[in-house]
């Protein structure tokens, strides 16, 4: 075996395990990016645990460590994104509520509308479920028209954004069948 095909030892513990979580939080270029790695780092110890260490109180304690950052990280995410959220809504910003639904699950984005709507007065909330069922319809409306086919939608010709249009119809679906009030 060559010096290039020994194996090296990997030594975790609690501490170490801190502060490596730590440095990768505040090295990420933001909550995202914190959470990615995060999750790389529990899958990499999951993966190159030896057997010997896998019913060891310190592995225990050290999954702890890193799923109890992990779960901060995503309530801040989904805070982050919430606010993100109500700013676009309250500007009618279809470009950014397809960036925010791109970048989180379909339950995540159901639950940021939801948050982002708890922190909107009767009034917006009223001008912006009118809006989200405007635009709906009427991309759909375009988008049937441009197909040819009846029940086909052709985003392309209807010049829509397939992204966008997902978006647009999670959000006027979260808006139209859940009673958003506190």
Known sequence: MSAEDSPITLKLTPDT?????????????NTSHALASLIALQSFV???????????PALGIIKGIINGHI???RA????EQSRALTAALRATDCATITKIHMDMSRNAFWQATQTSMQQIDEAEKSKIKEWAQSWHNDAKSR????????DALNFLKACISPQEYAAMTDINN???NTKLDP
């Open 71 to 73: 779960a901060n990280l």
């Open 143 to 150: 988008a049937l028209a441009a197909s040819g086919y009846p």
């Open 76 to 79: 801040k995410l989904q805070a």
């Open 17 to 29: 395990m801190q502060a490596h979580c730590l440095f990768a939080i505040q090295q990420a270029r």
């Open 174 to 176: 979260c808006l139209q």
């Open 46 to 56: 999951a993966a190159m645990t030896q057997p010997s260490g896998l019913d060891t």
